[in-house]
C-alpha cells in the first residue's frame, strides 16, 4: 500500500513554470503542440500506471517505481495502489483513493461507465482481473467487470466504437514467450464477454503500440521474446505494423521506420485518417553502460497516413516517457508520468493537442 513521496507546492509549482517554459512551441510538423500540466505529485512518478477518464475528471492509478535505489544500484521495483485526480486541465492534482491492490502495467480504456482497468501485474504475478475505476461525487469507486481470458500484463488496447480489443501481452512476469493473442468485447451487448479473435500474421509481442483510426484497429512495433542461453527472456524488437478490421481480418502494413516499443499507447489519432507513434525504446541505446549514462529514448514521432500506407517524420517530442498510456480528454492528449530512461520515472505530465485541419 506504498504511496511514494509527495512533492511540496512550491515544488510542484517551480516544476510547473519549469515545464511551461519548455515547450511552448508546436513540433517542427507545425501539426503536433505540446503543453505541461502539473506534475503528479509524487517525487519519482510512476511506469505503467492506470489512466482514463470519467465524469470528466482524469484518473491516474496504479503504476510502478524504484524510490529508494535505482536497479543498477540493488533497488527493488515498488508497485502502488494510489488514485490520483485532476478535474481541470490547469488544476492541481490530489489523492482521490486506492485500487484494489497495488497494480500496473495493464490496459486501462476510458469507457461512459468507468475507466476501464484491465490486467497488468504486481511484485508477485500477473492477473486477469478486470474493473472499472468510476470518479463518484468527489470519490473513487470500482465496479466489476468481466476478467480477461488469462492472465497478462505489458500488453495494449483501445476502443473502436462500442468494442475493447486488447493484443499481445506476456502471461507471468518471468515469461521467455510474448503471447499473440487478441481479444475484444462488446461493451454495448446485454452482458459483455470477452472473445478470442485470430491474431495478427507476425510474432507475439509484448510492449506494442494500439492505434484507432480509419474504422480499424492497429498494431504496432513492441518486442517478441526468446529464452537465451541462460533461459533469461530475451528481446527482439519489432517494427512491423498490422491494421484488423472487424469483420475483414488483419492485413499487414508499412512497417515503421524503427522499433517503438513501449512508446505510449493507444496512439493519438492523425490527420483524417491516421494516428501518431510517440517516441519509444528503438534499441538504439541498449549497450550503454552504466545504466545511469543512459541518454533516454528518442523523442521523435512518427505519422501513419492509412489511405498512403506510409509513415513519415512529425516532429520531436519534449520529453519521450515510455510505458504509459495515452488519455484523450478536454480535446488533449495527456500523458501521464512514465518512464524516461531504463529504472527512472519522472512525475511531468504532458499533453499534445493535434491539429487536424
Not at 155 to 179: K, Q, R
Request: net charge positive; aromatic share 10%.
Amino acid at each position: 500500500m506504498k504511496t511514494g513521496a509527495f512533492i511540496s507546492r512550491p515544488l510542484l509549482a517551480t516544476l510547473f513554470l519549469a515545464g511551461a517554459l519548455v515547450a511552448a512551441e508546436p513540433s517542427s510538423a507545425g501539426q503536433l503542440e505540446w503543453s505541461p500540466l502539473a506534475p503528479l505529485p509524487d517525487r519519482e512518478g510512476f511506469a505503467y500506471p492506470f489512466a482514463g477518464v470519467h465524469r470528466g475528471a482524469l484518473l491516474v492509478a496504479g503504476g510502478a517505481n524504484f524510490p529508494d535505489k535505482k536497479p543498477w544500484e540493488g533497488g527493488t521495483k515498488v508497485w502502488y495502489d494510489t488514485v490520483f485526480v485532476l478535474e481541470r486541465p490547469r488544476g492541481e492534482w490530489r489523492v482521490a483513493g486506492r485500487l484494489p491492490r497495488p497494480l500496473g502495467y495493464g490496459v486501462s480504456i476510458s469507457t461512459p461507465e468507468g475507466v476501464l482497468c484491465l490486467g497488468g501485474g504486481d511484485v508477485e504475478r500477473h492477473h486477469a482481473d478486470a474493473f472499472l475505476l468510476r470518479w463518484e461525487q468527489g470519490a473513487i469507486a470500482t465496479r466489476p467487470f468481466p476478467a480477461l481470458p488469462r492472465p497478462v500484463a505489458n500488453f495494449c488496447g483501445a476502443l473502436l466504437g462500442s468494442t475493447v480489443y486488447v493484443a499481445g501481452g506476456i502471461s507471468s512476469p518471468d515469461a521467455t514467450e510474448a503471447l499473440a493473442t487478441f481479444w475484444s468485447i462488446d461493451l454495448s451487448a446485454p452482458r459483455p464477454q470477452w472473445k478470442e479473435l485470430p491474431a495478427w500474421p507476425g510474432p507475439g509481442r509484448m510492449l506494442a503500440v494500439a492505434a484507432v483510426a480509419d474504422g480499424a484497429f492497429f498494431l504496432a512495433s513492441g518486442t517478441s521474446l526468446a529464452a537465451d542461453a541462460q533461459g533469461k527472456p530475451a528481446r527482439t524488437y519489432l517494427r512491423d505494423a498490422y491494421r484488423y478490421d472487424p469483420g475483414r481480418g488483419w492485413r499487414r502494413i508499412a512497417d515503421l521506420p524503427r522499433p517503438a516499443v513501449a512508446a505510449p499507447t493507444p496512439a493519438p489519432r492523425h490527420g483524417a485518417r491516421g494516428f501518431v507513434v510517440l517516441g519509444g525504446d528503438d534499441a538504439s541505446q541498449l549497450k550503454v553502460t552504466p545504466l545511469s549514462a543512459h541518454p533516454g529514448f528518442p523523442g521523435e514521432t512518427w505519422a501513419y497516413d492509412a489511405a498512403r500506407d506510409e509513415w513519415r517524420g512529425a516532429g520531436r517530442m519534449p520529453k519521450a516517457p515510455v510505458t504509459v498510456p495515452v488519455v484523450e480528454w478536454e480535446g488533449l492528449h495527456v500523458i501521464p508520468s512514465g518512464e524516461i530512461r531504463p529504472g527512472v520515472r519522472t512525475p511531468a505530465v504532458w499533453a499534445l493537442r493535434v491539429d487536424n485541419r
